[in-house]
């Protein structure tokens, strides 16, 4: 019982940290460039809003980026599961 509660617990707490890692916006406010950079460690996302020829709402996907965001912190979850169900003893 206590290796299923453990491996839950993980499994929640993994998942919202993939979720803050993928959504995580970094703000770049330089004098003739605004934008916000979406992902780590990879950015897939950047949402222009300003621009030397003025204010722009534009969004740039990267969605390989955005693939080997997602598969990096969901291996790392199946690597640690994969851990302790080898490791804990029912």
């Known amino acids: 019982m206590r290796k299923k509660l453990l491996i839950l617990v993980f ?6 940290v993939t979720c803050f ?4 916006g970094l703000t770049y406010n330089w ?5 916000i950079d979406y992902g780590l460690p ?10 030397f020829a003025g204010p722009v709402d534009n969004w ?3 969605i390989s980026n955005l693939l ?3 598969v990096f912190w969901l291996g790392i979850m199946t ?6 169900l080898y490791k804990l003893k029912d």
Do not use: E, M, R
Not at 11 to 16: D, F, G, H, Y
Not at 31 to 35: K, N
Not at 79 to 84: E, I, M
């Open 60 to 62: 740039s996907v990267n």
């Open 11 to 16: 499994l929640v707490v993994w998942i919202l």
């Open 68 to 70: 080997i965001d997602t």
């Open 79 to 84: 690597s640690v599961v994969a851990v302790l």
């Open 42 to 51: 990879l950015t897939w996302g950047t949402n222009t809003l300003s621009t």
């Open 31 to 35: 004098p003739d460039y605004l934008h």
């Open 21 to 24: 890692a993928l959504l995580f």
